[in-house]
Nanobody
Framework: QVQLVESGGGSVQAGGSLRLSCVAS????????MAWFRQFPGKEREFVAA????????YYADSVKGRFTISRDKTKDTVYLQMNSLKPEDTAVYYC??????????????????????WGQGTQVTVSS
């Protein structure tokens, strides 16, 4: 069992920055990848970015590429999402998720489509114009 706790959300003006953190507890050594998703009101959750736990390979949604950076600190069992040049359309609830390592190897482009096993409670990000 893995527990995920996000923090770092808040309100910021357009063009500003925020850094989200997600601390994992439990059997984190068996994670294959960790990811950030976001959900707009009345919409389905969408993929934002992912990082493989062992090698640190990353993948981004086109909408955030060049503005957001995902990273992980294995010593702290923490994944980060640095969000720069924020836009009002980035306003959403951001969720952290982890995919268990079941011995499978996935192409990096598949990370958005994986069935993630554990999710955090979400953190609100609000960007005003």
């Amino acid at each position: 069992q893995v527990q995920l706790v996000e923090s770092g959300g808040g309100s910021v003006q357009a063009g500003g920055s925020l850094r989200l953190s997600c601390v994992a507890s439990g059997r984190t050594s068996r994670s294959y990848a960790m990811a950030w998703f976001r959900q707009f009101p009345g919409k389905e959750r969408e993929f934002v970015a992912a990082v493989t736990w062992n090698f640190g390979s990353t993948y981004y949604a086109d909408s955030v590429k060049g503005r957001f950076t995902i990273s992980r600190d294995k010593t702290k069992d923490t994944v980060y999402l640095q969000m720069n040049s924020l836009k009002p359309e980035d306003t959403a609830v951001y969720y952290c998720a982890t995919k268990r390592n079941d011995g499978s190897v996935y192409a990096i482009q598949v990370l958005p489509k994986l069935a993630y096993d554990y999710w955090g409670q979400g953190t609100q990000v609000t960007v005003s114009s």
